[in-house]
């Protein structure tokens, strides 16, 4: 196999650093010129304004080239891809950066022609401002002049001896991605500092001779090996790292629901061949193709790769519309998509259900941010889990942390969710990568679903949407783990007795991820708390903390959450500051009815019973006793109930409440007040 990879931070290098300026070269541009759409006087070493927009295109003489030579290009500011074109050949894209440097690129063998050429940058889309130029031609070799040289990676499984599929990570040793030089010709994905094994755990990669700190890792289950590595000139160099599975997962399948490929959703960097060898690389067990408005089936090139084994793929669809963006699945790639132009929740849903989808899952609710997301948008009041027209946004469940969509804290979007299951929702919570490239970690965000079978060859499609829709499932970012209430599991119906809860919390993670907290949300609310113990094993860190909590006087939902720091290895590239475990709700059952009711039901209910005083208001005492019982959420629900039953804004009788029930003062003025 044959891949074509970007090569912008590939090949170029720092002439400066590399290539010293006495290198024998003929100069082809003497100048610096502007290009872009604004004024940049702070720019000296070309005109302020604009010479053109979008491309510059010069000619130059020179020889034909039957070897390979170098370009030395200085420039300024490259935040977008700018192309480079020889003769009409690309040469890649301009390295991005934003200070005045000298980079070095590779002219490839047969590039030149004898006499006059013409050479181009250009741009797709006006938005950038960069000086380019002047431009060197060098009489070397690109390769004689960095030293580069084949190095041939082997990534073994530590227990089996076995090739295993993994990710590589090349540093130097002040932790700086390093460059990987002629992607093109590796036969498997690559990116500056980043390689991935094939099948059998093998990748060829080119490097400039130099001392390396090499890693091997398999994402969340998997320990980290490490290699010192100085490579030469010389010859080719041959390296062996064995990793080893570190957590044990039994009775639990590895799940990421968000995922793209430049091959159908025509942005990032990920192909198709490539996006298959990453997800064996990091682990999964199950990955659900996720391209835009696509049926994506992933199995022909699963095979291809030869990683059918490793993982089960599912055909999903990201439905994205002017209403948010939704992962829906299992779909056929021949069937008939959703239509996504649709202009309200109910029947975009419900549409997306009809095509043939088990699961709809709300994606990163508060993207681009807090305001501009859907909750943004529809105004969700994160205290009551209302939307602000009365909406309701019908899915099974949303993601409570998306692993490259850092941009509203995930501690905020859980505080969303926790407000609408107050609300009388039963959406259950989700984690995943959202990858769109090959840097950013597939599946390093993940769902972790209870399975009847360890292997994901064996699991059933259906099986998988039911525990994603019945919530028998966690999330983790690095941590994997469950909860047992009473001796049941996320999604169940926990019975108290004697008056207590039993929770019993476990946390695990690999050698190389630590969890500090782990916090029990009763409701919303947090009701127990604990600072974790390092880890004492060797091995790995699994331990299980348990709680004692006094039953509440109404049903309830619990959910544990575990945090720690994150890595600080390069190897664990995150754009979060924190590992996480979040358990899916275990519904508590508190009047041993057989049936779980939402703090909102159970509000509803209360108002029922509230009398009325002669002149038809509510009788307050009523109302003031059983907020004197009930826990914050469900006194919540009854402030918005009573406010719907009695249909005015500011009753001075409902005013009285706050001072009838002390413990609820402050929370129940600032919701009578805006």
Same mark, same amino acid.
Request: aromatic share 8%; with cysteine.
């Given at each position: 196999m044959r891949f074509l990879f970007p090569i912008s931070s590939l090949l170029a290098i720092v002439l400066g650093v590399f290539a010293p300026q006495q290198e024998p070269s003929k100069t082809i541009l003497d100048r610096a010129v502007h290009l872009g759409n604004d004024a940049t006087p702070e720019w000296p070493e070309a005109q302020a304004e604009p010479d053109a927009p979008d491309a510059f295109r010069f000619e130059f003489e020179a020889s034909a080239n039957q070897g390979e030579l170098a370009l030395a290009i200085t420039q300024r500011h490259v935040d977008n891809t700018w192309h480079i074109l020889i003769n009409g050949k690309s040469l890649g894209a301009l390295q991005v950066g934003s200070e005045r440097k000298e980079i070095l690129y590779p002219v490839p063998a047969g590039t030149l022609l004898d006499g006059t050429n013409t050479m181009s940058v250009q741009i797709d889309r006006v938005g950038d401002d960069i000086t380019f130029g002047p431009v060197r031609l060098l009489e070397s070799s690109y390769r004689d002049m960095l030293q580069i040289a084949p190095v041939r990676f082997s990534v073994i499984d530590g227990a089996s001896g076995n090739g295993i599929p993994s990710r590589?990570?090349?540093?130097?040793?002040?932790?700086?991605?390093?460059?990987? *030089? *002629?992607?093109?010709?590796? /036969?498997?994905?690559?990116?500056? %500092?980043?390689? *991935?094994? !094939?099948?059998?755990?093998?990748? @060829?990669?080119?490097?400039?001779?130099?001392?390396?700190?090499?890693?091997? @890792?398999?994402?969340?289950?998997? %320990?980290?090996?490490?290699?010192?590595?100085?490579?030469?000139? /010389?010859?080719?160099?041959?390296?062996?790292?064995?990793? $080893?599975?570190?957590?044990? @997962?039994?009775?639990?399948?590895?799940?990421?629901?968000?995922?793209?490929?430049?091959?159908?959703?025509?942005?990032?960097?990920?192909?198709?061949? &490539?996006?298959?060898?990453?997800?064996?690389? &990091?682990?999964?067990?199950?990955?659900?193709?996720?391209?835009?408005?696509?049926?994506?089936?992933?199995?022909?090139?699963?095979?291809?790769?030869?990683?059918?084994?490793?993982?089960?793929?599912?055909? %999903?669809? $990201?439905?994205?519309? +002017?209403?948010?963006?939704?992962?829906?699945?299992?779909?056929?790639?021949?069937?008939?998509?959703?239509?996504?132009?649709?202009? &309200?929740?109910?029947?975009?849903?419900?549409?997306?259900?009809?095509?043939?989808?088990?699961?709809?899952?709300?994606?990163?609710?508060?993207?681009?941010?807090?305001?501009?997301?859907?909750?943004?948008?529809?105004?969700?009041?994160?205290?009551?889990?209302?939307? /602000? !027209?009365?909406?309701?946004?019908?899915?099974?469940?949303? $993601?409570?942390?998306?692993?490259?969509?850092?941009?509203?804290?995930?501690?905020?979007?859980?505080? +969303?969710?926790?407000?609408?299951?107050?609300?009388?929702?039963?959406?259950? %919570?989700?984690?995943?990568?959202?990858?769109?490239?090959?840097?950013?970690?597939?599946?390093?965000?993940?769902?972790?679903?209870?399975?009847?079978? +360890? !292997?994901?060859?064996?699991?059933?499609?259906?099986?998988?949407?039911?525990?994603?829709?019945?919530?028998?499932?966690s999330m983790g970012l690095g941590l994997f783990g469950e909860v047992l209430v009473q001796g049941v599991g996320p999604g169940e119906l926990a019975t108290p007795t004697d008056g207590e809860i039993t929770i019993d919390f476990r946390i695990a993670g690999a050698t190389w991820a630590t969890a500090e907290k782990a916090t029990v949300y009763m409701n919303g609310v947090e009701v127990a708390s604990t600072t974790l113990p390092p880890p004492t094993e060797a091995a790995h860190h699994d331990q299980t903390v348990s709680f004692k909590i006094r039953t509440p006087s109404a049903d309830a939902w619990l959910v544990c959450v575990a945090t720690g720091p994150k890595p600080q290895g390069a190897w664990w590239y995150s754009l979060f500051d924190d590992l996480v475990l979040v358990t899916n709700p275990v519904w508590v059952d508190t009047n041993l009815d057989g049936v779980y009711q939402s703090p909102q039901e159970t509000a509803a209910a209360a108002c029922k019973l509230v009398g009325q005083n002669p002149n038809g208001s509510p009788r307050v005492t009523d109302l003031a006793d059983i907020l004197k019982e009930c826990d914050r959420a469900v006194a919540v629900q009854i402030w918005v109930e009573a406010k719907r039953l009695w249909g005015v804004e500011h009753p001075a009788s409902l005013s009285k409440l706050a001072l009838l029930a002390p413990h609820l003062r402050q929370l129940l003025e600032s919701l009578s007040t805006e």
């Amino acid at each position: 196999m044959r891949f074509l990879f970007p090569i912008s931070s590939l090949l170029a290098i720092v002439l400066g650093v590399f290539a010293p300026q006495q290198e024998p070269s003929k100069t082809i541009l003497d100048r610096a010129v502007h290009l872009g759409n604004d004024a940049t006087p702070e720019w000296p070493e070309a005109q302020a304004e604009p010479d053109a927009p979008d491309a510059f295109r010069f000619e130059f003489e020179a020889s034909a080239n039957q070897g390979e030579l170098a370009l030395a290009i200085t420039q300024r500011h490259v935040d977008n891809t700018w192309h480079i074109l020889i003769n009409g050949k690309s040469l890649g894209a301009l390295q991005v950066g934003s200070e005045r440097k000298e980079i070095l690129y590779p002219v490839p063998a047969g590039t030149l022609l004898d006499g006059t050429n013409t050479m181009s940058v250009q741009i797709d889309r006006v938005g950038d401002d960069i000086t380019f130029g002047p431009v060197r031609l060098l009489e070397s070799s690109y390769r004689d002049m960095l030293q580069i040289a084949p190095v041939r990676f082997s990534v073994i499984d530590g227990a089996s001896g076995n090739g295993i599929p993994s990710r590589l990570t090349i540093v130097n040793e002040n932790d700086t991605f390093m460059p990987i *030089y *002629y992607a093109s010709a590796c /036969a498997t994905p690559v990116r500056t %500092g980043v390689a *991935y094994t !094939d099948a059998s755990g093998q990748a @060829t990669v080119e490097l400039a001779a130099g001392k390396y700190r090499v890693y091997a @890792t398999r994402g969340m289950e998997w %320990g980290v090996a490490e290699l010192h590595l100085e490579h030469s000139f /010389a010859s080719e160099v041959a390296a062996t790292l064995s990793i $080893e599975k570190e957590l044990d @997962t039994t009775g639990w399948l590895s799940a990421d629901t968000h995922m793209h490929t430049l091959t159908f959703s025509g942005h990032g960097d990920a192909l198709l061949e &490539e996006r298959v060898l990453t997800l064996a690389g &990091e682990g999964l067990d199950v990955a659900i193709a996720t391209d835009h408005n696509h049926h994506a089936d992933y199995t022909s090139a699963q095979h291809a790769a030869g990683v059918s084994e490793h993982y089960l793929s599912i055909v %999903g669809n $990201e439905v994205t519309t +002017d209403l948010g963006h939704m992962n829906a699945f299992p779909f056929t790639e021949e069937g008939k998509l959703p239509n996504h132009k649709l202009q &309200e929740w109910a029947p975009l849903i419900q549409d997306i259900r009809d095509k043939g989808a088990q699961v709809v899952i709300l994606n990163h609710p508060r993207w681009p941010d807090r305001d501009k997301g859907p909750y943004g948008v529809f105004k969700l009041d994160p205290r009551t889990g209302l939307f /602000a !027209d009365g909406i309701q946004i019908p899915v099974d469940a949303l $993601e409570v942390f998306n692993s490259t969509t850092p941009h509203t804290p995930w501690p905020e979007v859980m505080r +969303d969710w926790f407000s609408l299951m107050n609300a009388g929702s039963r959406i259950r %919570g989700v984690g995943s990568s959202d990858s769109h490239s090959v840097l950013d970690p597939v599946g390093q965000g993940r769902t972790w679903l209870k399975s009847p079978t +360890d !292997d994901p060859k064996l699991a059933n499609i259906d099986d998988i949407c039911s525990a994603f829709r019945e919530g028998h499932s966690s999330m983790g970012l690095g941590l994997f783990g469950e909860v047992l209430v009473q001796g049941v599991g996320p999604g169940e119906l926990a019975t108290p007795t004697d008056g207590e809860i039993t929770i019993d919390f476990r946390i695990a993670g690999a050698t190389w991820a630590t969890a500090e907290k782990a916090t029990v949300y009763m409701n919303g609310v947090e009701v127990a708390s604990t600072t974790l113990p390092p880890p004492t094993e060797a091995a790995h860190h699994d331990q299980t903390v348990s709680f004692k909590i006094r039953t509440p006087s109404a049903d309830a939902w619990l959910v544990c959450v575990a945090t720690g720091p994150k890595p600080q290895g390069a190897w664990w590239y995150s754009l979060f500051d924190d590992l996480v475990l979040v358990t899916n709700p275990v519904w508590v059952d508190t009047n041993l009815d057989g049936v779980y009711q939402s703090p909102q039901e159970t509000a509803a209910a209360a108002c029922k019973l509230v009398g009325q005083n002669p002149n038809g208001s509510p009788r307050v005492t009523d109302l003031a006793d059983i907020l004197k019982e009930c826990d914050r959420a469900v006194a919540v629900q009854i402030w918005v109930e009573a406010k719907r039953l009695w249909g005015v804004e500011h009753p001075a009788s409902l005013s009285k409440l706050a001072l009838l029930a002390p413990h609820l003062r402050q929370l129940l003025e600032s919701l009578s007040t805006e």
